[in-house]
């Protein structure tokens, strides 16, 4: 149900700096989505009247991310004047003249901040009815942050910044997060009032806050549970911990959904992935995109897979597979590379070295070991032979081939597409197939094999190879 009292606004006008990085930091990928997609989903799931995200630099690639996860958002190009107060002042103005309610102010770049958490939040801050509540946390090391001054009763009296600190509030431990509800009748009236004289020139949005206090209005300041809730993305080591945390709670929730997950510190998960109960995932093991995998299928160890579907019972282990199916009861591996379009059918098997792309391969058909298999069909309970190479690509085009069931290939062979191979067919080792095959043929490269007698002792005597054959006696 719509909260017709509540707006948000979501700050997503910073630069990032300090990502290093010409990719936005608001677009760099945590557990496969963008950094700003899991604010938008969180936004998304607090069901509130009006959601309005801010924008500035790179605006147009954060705007696409903003219609495709929250259509319904309210999009503000934040203007020349900089600072968080300015954000949210144009974003008050995007709002309806008669919305009358709360508004939660968060950040873009603090992903892990869930629904559950600001629904709490949200709710306090109108049980006390209190101009301004303000989230605070109490992380390891508070070096950086405003602290959260409170007086001899335990009451909110202010932020002060670090650089502003008396040596005696530094050693607050209780922080800012830079989340707050604002009842919206005071926060547009306070930020009337705020202006650029500061050392940064920047409108801050703490300044509400303080002038809040000195109208005599009431604050309140609300310590979230857990510090990593409202931790913020600055830079790649920082989102490198935001991915470590948020890979964590996934692998235990697939845990206590009943996936074994051997080794959690070296398994990823994306959020997009499904598997069901009774799958077992080994340790090196990524499971990426919207991976789908099925009731008792084995993963890993050492795996990647993206966009892949793997069916029950199936097998997967050192391989690398995008955009791949593996039928139920199927084996892929080890030392295996699935490229997209790679359809294996039920029971099947893809070896040890073995490389895949766009190949359907039925059900039961094999490809042991050390083969090139592209654009190619091969039917049910075939058997392609070690060191098969299918030739797709003539330097100009790729053509296809096909081979049918019941097929059995040598060794090292060679089908030059585009080829078909008749079903129940067989190949000789070494063959070179350049044309068709009928049904139940046997296919052979004929050249006859030619030895020279003693052609090592006259070309390479002296050699240990010349003294061997000539002690041999044959």
């Not at 490198?240 to 959690?264: C, F, K, M, Y």
């Amino acid at each position: 149900m719509t909260d017709s009292r509540l707006a948000i606004v979501v700050l997503a006008a910073g630069q990032g700096t300090r990502m290093k990085s010409a990719t936005p930091k608001l677009l760099h990928p945590l557990a496969g989505l963008p950094i700003l997609s899991h604010v938008l989903a969180t936004a998304s799931a607090l069901n509130a009247a009006h959601v309005v995200t801010v924008v500035r630099h790179e605006r147009d690639r954060l705007v696409e991310i903003v219609e495709a996860d929250l259509p319904e958002s309210i999009v503000v190009d934040q203007d020349e004047v900089p600072g968080t107060g300015r954000a949210v002042e144009q974003a008050i103005e995007a709002l309806p003249v008669d919305f009358e309610g709360d508004v939660l102010v968060v950040s873009g770049d603090v992903p892990l901040l869930n629904a559950a958490t600001l629904a709490s939040f949200i709710t306090a801050h109108r049980e006390r009815s209190v101009a301004a509540t303000v989230l605070s946390a109490f992380p390891d090391d508070s070096t950086g942050y405003g602290r959260i001054v409170r007086d001899a009763a335990g009451a909110f009296d202010r932020i002060v910044e670090q650089k502003d600190a008396s040596p005696e509030e530094r050693l607050i431990t209780e922080t800012n997060a830079g989340v707050y509800v604002f009842g919206i009748a005071e926060l547009r009236a306070q930020l009337a009032l705020i202006t650029t004289e500061n050392a940064q020139g920047e409108k801050y949005l703490t300044d509400v806050i303080g002038l809040l206090r000195e109208s005599g209005s009431d604050v309140r300041a609300v310590p979230v549970a857990d510090a990593w809730l409202v931790a913020g993305i600055n830079d790649r080591a920082q989102l490198a911990e935001s991915a470590r945390q948020l890979n964590a709670l996934i692998v235990r929730g697939w845990q206590l959904a009943g996936v074994t997950v051997q080794d959690p510190a070296t398994t990823w998960i994306d959020l997009a992935a499904a598997i069901a109960p009774d799958v077992t995932i080994k340790p090196g093991t990524q499971i990426l995109g919207a991976t789908v995998i099925e009731t008792g299928a084995v993963v890993g160890p050492d795996t990647t897979l993206v966009d892949c579907e793997i069916g029950a019972n199936a097998e997967v282990k050192r391989t690398d597979a995008t955009l791949a199916v593996i039928g139920a009861g199927a084996s892929v591996g080890p030392f295996s590379y699935l490229r997209p379009g790679t359809i294996l059918g039920a029971d099947g098997k893809i070896g040890t070295f073995v490389e895949t792309k766009n190949a359907v391969i039925g059900e039961g058909s094999k490809v042991p070991h050390l083969s090139y298999v592209g654009d190619a069909t091969v039917g049910v309970h075939s058997n392609i032979g070690a060191g098969t190479i299918f030739a797709n690509y003539n330097g100009v085009t790729k053509s296809p081939s096909v081979v049918g069931s019941h097929v059995r290939t040598g060794s090292h062979n060679v089908f030059v597409a585009p080829v078909r191979i008749g079903d129940g067919a067989y190949t000789g080792a070494g063959t070179i197939v350049r044309k068709d095959v009928p049904a139940g043929a046997l296919a052979l490269t004929v050249a006859p094999q030619r030895n020279m007698d003693g052609w090592v002792q006259t070309n390479r005597p002296g050699t240990d190879a010349a003294e061997a054959a000539a002690k041999s006696g044959d």
